[in-house]
Structures are given as C-alpha cells and as structure tokens.
C-alpha cells in the first residue's frame, strides 16, 4: 500500500461539452476521455474519476425519489435489492436558526437504512453490478460505506470484501460484521488504498463500489433533487471527504438547472475536518492539484480521506459554482454535535462539520443574514459513540436511595 500513483493529466486540457455526451458513455471529468458505461471502470488512465452525462428530464409526481426522478437516472433499482433508502426528511433547525441569524434546514440522511447517505449510492451501484452479472463486490471504507455495501450485497446474495481502514471504531466494524463478509483492516495510507483496491478489483475481477463510482454520484444526486423539491436554498453544505458525495450534490442540481426545474443555483460549501483538509488547502492557494495531506489528526474518521480521487473535480466545481470551502476543529465539530442534538438528531462528529461551518461562516458574513442554508447530516451518531460530553448530569445510586436523590435535587433546585 506505498504505492505512490501520480496523477499524470494535464491540467491545460480543455473539457469537451459534457451536455453532448450520450448518457451511457462515461467520460473523465478531467481529461474527456470516454469510455463504454458498460465498462466497470471507475478512474482514467489519467487517474482522475470518470462520470456520465448529464441527464435531463421532467419530474414524475408520487412514488419514491426513484420513480419520481426516474429520467434523470441511469438504472431503475429493483424492488428486490431496495430497502427504501432516500425521502429524508429536511428538519428545520429553529433554535439554530435563530442563533446564527440564517434559515438553516438539517437533511437528515441518518435515516437511511445502515444509517448514512452512502445508501443511495450503494443502491445504484450495486444495482449496476448485478445488472451486468458480477458476482464479486467490494469496498474501501473508513465505515459508513462497509455497513451499506455489506447490507445491500447481503440482500443481493453476494459476499462481500470490506477494506476498512486498521483504527475503525467498533461501533461500525460490528455493524459491517453484523451483515457477514469479510473485512480486512488495513494500516498505510487511505488515499492509497483506493488506487490499490482500483488494481486488485481487475485483478481479481471484484466490483469495487468505492466513494467515486459513476453509479454512486448518480444515487447522491437524488439528495439535490429532494432539496429542491422541499425549497430551494441559497447554500448547501456538504462535508466533503474524497468528494463524491459534493460531486453527486452538484451534478443533481445542475441537472435540474438544465431541465428547466432550476432557475438558478444554490452555492455550495465543501466543508473538511481541520486536521485532514487537503481540498481546502489547494482551495485557499489557488492550486488546481491535491497534494496529499501528511498525518491526518482529526476525530472526523469519516472525511479525513488524505488524497481524495475527486478532489480536484471538487475544486473545479467550486470554482464553477463561486462555491466555499472552509474547514473546522475537533472542537468546533463536537460543539456543533450538541447543537444538531439539541434540534432532536444524532449525529456523526464528521456530519456535524456542516453546521459548525455555518455557524464560522455566519461570524464572518460569509453567509448574509437570513439565508437559506441545508445542511447535510451525512450519516448517525450510533456509529460513532465518542467521545461522550460532560456537561450532561449524571449520577448514580442504589435503588433504595433513589427517592432520597430526588427528593435532594427538588430540595436543590427550590434552593
Ligand atoms: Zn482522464
């Protein structure tokens, strides 16, 4: 896993017009190069992310974000590999609202089934799998897409190889072996592992469904296309680890755009952890290329890719879309945790991002007053269980004094 894989593309080359491209071609979003959809490639020769087309379409009305949006989708998902996952609801942050001066709606993606947005892209990738009959499925995961994989490749009959990085917590290694598979931990550098799971995957002819597969960011824009339908925004924010999930978030908006159902687009905020933020440090410098981020330090497992394979598509995007990019501590995170709890939803450290990034953003008016802010709470608190506040109360007694502790603490407060 030292492998180092420079990406070799260069950057002066000018992007064809992606609307020209048949929709079940895929094509480099650096390069241009295409490639048959039937292919199971994820990156270019290039090494950077291969997508599809933009879709157009028109909106169906009832039935599922996958019936309702069926033309803007590559694959129907079957009702045998489906567990409902999408048709989050958006959660209006009234106490945050008010304190940060904005309209802040919580998307609360915790409510998928392994508990995390990854579903929606699992479904479609995986759907694409057994649509072209592949029998071998596997994954690199710091947790959040092991569980999901696991959970959809168990319902399809499939086993799967889950590579989860060595210091996963056990709060998801329990959940991924709770599906059954087999899960490797590998120590060395996540950003590697990716590229090395790329070579193992045609190798070993196993359908890697990693963070950038064409098909997952086809299942992530069905969030874009829910925002939209419960009210457009001014800004979305998207925690943002090896960029898929931001890339998916932007092609359903710009999808919309196209087809009429936008006139216009919200601004994107890609939101890192402090400790592991080599998006945002090319963002701040005006570079074009990620250099890898040396010694990741960050509580956010979840996000703290080193050398994310979208990054750079993710810069480009922002610079499309005059998006933000801002990072935040472990502090600001936990913080924000308690304050996303305070509206009724647990979340991850790494999903809490977003909403301390609102509120950083707020202090430096980088977001006017009253703005319309969504923030995506990308997966839940129980997959996380640390660290646990302090400022809660808590005692302990035995049975036989637990009429005297209450009567002391109503003494207390009458006090
Ligand atoms: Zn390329």
């Known amino acids: 896993l030292t492998s180092d894989l420079p990406r070799t593309h260069d950057m002066t080359i000018t992007l064809t017009n992606t609307t020209t491209l048949q929709k079940d071609m895929l094509r480099c979003v650096s390069c241009g190069k295409e490639y048959p959809s039937e292919s199971v490639r994820h990156i270019c020769e290039c090494k950077e992310p291969l997508e599809m087309g933009l879709f157009s379409g028109k909106v169906r009305s009832g039935g599922s974000v996958w019936r309702r949006f069926r033309g803007f989708l590559p694959c129907q998902p079957s009702k045998k590999l489906s567990i409902f996952e999408g048709d989050t609801p958006g959660v209006k942050a009234k106490k945050l609202s008010k304190e940060f001066g904005v309209e802040l709606v919580l998307k609360n993606e915790t409510v998928n089934p392994t508990w995390s947005f990854k579903d929606r892209g699992t479904l479609l990738s995986l759907q694409r799998a057994m649509d072209i009959g592949v029998k071998k499925v596997g994954t690199v995961s710091t947790g959040n897409m092991g569980v999901s994989v696991s959970a959809y490749c168990k319902r399809a009959g499939l086993d799967p190889v889950v590579l989860v990085d060595h210091d996963i917590s056990n709060e998801k290694l329990n959940q991924i072996a709770i599906y059954g598979g087999t899960v490797i931990k590998v120590s060395g550098d996540y950003g590697d592992l990716y590229y090395e799971s ?39 924010v998207i925690p943002t680890s090896s960029g898929g999930l931001f890339r998916g978030v932007l092609k359903g908006f710009v999808e919309m755009e196209k087809s009429g159902i936008l006139d216009r687009m919200p601004v994107p905020i890609c939101v890192q952890a402090e400790g592991c933020s080599p998006i945002c440090r090319a963002f701040d410098s005006h570079e074009k290329k990620i250099k890898r981020w040396h010694d990741p330090d960050t509580i956010a497992s979840a996000i703290a890719n080193p050398y994310p394979p979208g990054g750079e598509e993710v810069l480009r995007k922002l610079d499309d879309h005059n998006g933000i990019c801002t990072t935040v501590s472990n502090d600001e995170m936990i913080s ?33 007053e009253g703005a319309e802010v969504v923030s995506i709470i990308t997966g839940s608190g129980l997959k996380h269980l640390f660290p646990r506040p302090t400022e809660h109360l808590e005692f302990s007694c035995d049975i036989s004094d637990l009429k005297d502790l209450f009567e002391k603490s109503r003494k207390d407060e009458i006090e």
């Open 198 to 236: 790329l070579k193992i995957g045609k190798n070993k002819n196993i359908y890697f469904s990693n963070s950038n597969s064409p098909y997952r960011i086809e299942g992530y824009k069905t969030i874009s296309f829910e925002i939209e339908e419960r009210s457009l925004p001014d800004y979305v």
């Open 336 to 368: 924000a945790q308690l304050k996303i709890a305070s509206e009724g939803i647990f979340s991850q450290p790494a999903s809490a991002v977003g909403v301390a990034a609102v509120e950083k953003l707020r202090e430096k008016e980088e977001i006017e």
